[in-house]
């Protein structure tokens, strides 16, 4: 997708342009930025790819698990149950349900998707390094488009505007995201939960996509927490140590950090990334706030 192209080369358009301020080469700056994130990103991925393997094996015994810890408090509702059973007894009578599991599924899967997976790393790698690489020159040749002198230095304050606010939102919301994941992995180290950093991780990369992502990861932590613990309120630590992460992030450090940078309005962003949701998938809402800055910077220049 050419806008994952776009949103990773603004992400590391602050850091090629720190090393061209060190007199590395433009071409140079953008291959080390690129493949140094990319293989960090998917040395991360390796690494953690036996523990969400060994989660997804088991799934059926964690579904079983949350059902019988929270078999007490089904039983409070026992008269609504058995209403509901005789219900269904007067309707049909009572239908058995089997669940069958493949085993080696994920396996097999995960090795039929792997060279597409690989196809689209490399695309996307070498992609964004001749974004990187030229954004120079494409930028010059933008700015020469109008015929007329004024219309050229409006698209220059636009060029200049949209760079700074978009690829600075996205640098930011990268470095918050680092910070995220390095203290839920210590909050979970602490409560002495497992795959402290593997939480870390999922957390601060859901970070990205905006409601769905912390939503995503906070359910998560409640299945986690009540197939780990022995209690049910016990259970309950995980998710309430995303859910308040979450809170001081989205309510203190974003707005600090950001304010400069994101003044569009919330109902904008929920309907954008609703709308890319549903038009190209759950991927696809990382660049949301991105393109709402785009549009209301390109508005705020237009006469």
Known sequence: MCSSDLTLALVLAPIA???????????????????????FLTAGAVALAPQATDWIAQAPRIAQTIERKLRPITRQIAAVENASNRIAQ????????????????????????????????????????FLLAFRRRYTEQLI????????????????????IRVSGYLFTLATINVGLASVTAAAFYAADLSDPILWGIAFGLLNFIPII???????????????????????????????????????LVQP???????????????????????????????????LLIFFHTIAMHMP
Do not use: C
């Open 256 to 290: 600090w950090l950001l304010s400069r940078r994101i003044v569009v309005s919330p109902i904008a962003i929920f309907l954008t990334v609703v709308t890319l949701v549903w038009m190209w998938g759950p991927a696809a809402a990382i660049t949301a706030v991105p």
């Open 17 to 39: 342009r720190g090393l061209e301020r060190l007199r590395i080469p433009a071409g140079v700056s953008s291959v080390v930025a690129v493949v140094a994130t990319v293989s």
């Open 213 to 251: 992502g912390p939503a995503t990861i906070v359910l998560a932590a409640t299945v986690f927490g009540l197939v780990a613990a022995k209690t049910v309120l016990l259970g309950l630590v995980a998710p309430l140590i995303v859910l308040g992460l979450h809170i001081i992030e989205a309510n």
């Open 90 to 129: 007067i309707g049909g009578g009572d239908t058995a349900r089997s669940v069958t599991v493949s085993d080696g599924g994920f396996i097999s899967n995960a090795a039929r998707i792997a060279p597409s997976v690989i196809e689209k790393v490399v695309y996307i790698t070498v992609l964004t390094i």
């Open 144 to 163: 020469l488009l109008p015929r007329t002198f004024q219309n050229r230095v409006r698209m220059a304050r636009v060029v200049r505007d949209v760079r």
